[in-house]
């Protein structure tokens, strides 16, 4: 099968998303609204949302914090469509593109969080965007990130290796962002956030495949 553009892969599995999301991915039930609960719930708190898809993390949040404003980036057109359809009566501020180049701001958000969507990047990419969202968080402002983490070192460097592969394959360019999984394991992920400056980053939680981090700027 030839890699697929990334928002277009998910646009094209919109249809049954969130069902996929909660029910077949191990833990999903539990590590949503854990993530939801560690955003603050102070009236009007500014929040981030990398990767918002169709919101599901949202979902979990609003009740909590019904006045919250969310600024939600996705790539999928489709899925930010979806997401404002879910929420009509909320202060969302949904951008179209990606979260790598798109100006994320300076001191303007008490938390950030991103769900099930950073497992694809690589360690230097990751890390220039960690410092370009640490500037986003106002001081004291805290990152969520609940993701899919390599097992080991020897497992995260062969997904690299089968990425390198398969874009070889497809003669794809370098920098053409494409769907394929590439996860860190948990201790790299951290290791990258205290480089880029946040002054703590430790798991808080763990879901077979998927944990959960939290990081303060
Ligand atoms: C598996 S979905 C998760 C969506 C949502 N956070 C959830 O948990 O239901 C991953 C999302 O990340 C988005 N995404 C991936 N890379 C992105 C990037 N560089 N910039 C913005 N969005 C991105 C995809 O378009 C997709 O909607």
Known sequence: M???????????????????????????????????????????????????????????????????????????AEMLEALKRKFPDRDLD?????YLHLPLGEAEY?????????????????????RRLLAALKPGGCFILADYFA???????AFFRELE??????GLADDVLVHFDTPLTPEHELALLREAGFSSAERVGMWEATSLIRASR
């Not at 560690?38 to 006045?67: H, K």
């Open 2 to 76: 030839p890699l697929e553009e990334m928002g277009a892969f998910f646009a094209r599995r919109l249809e049954g998303y969130d069902a996929h999301m909660l029910w077949d991915i191990a833990g999903a039930e539990e590590f949503y609204p854990v993530a939801a609960a560690l955003l603050p719930a102070f009236p009007g708190c500014r929040i981030l949302d990398l990767g918002c898809g169709t919101g599901l993390e949202l979902e979990f949040f609003f009740p909590r914090n019904p006045t919250a404003r969310v600024t939600g980036i996705d790539l999928s």
């Open 94 to 98: 949904l951008r179209l593109g990606s």
């Open 110 to 130: 008490d938390a950030a969080i991103s769900v099930e969507s950073l497992h694809h990047f690589a360690p230097n990419v990751k890390l220039e965007f960690y």
């Open 151 to 157: 097992g080991s070192p020897a497992e995260e460097a």
């Open 165 to 170: 592969a398969q874009k070889r394959h497809d």
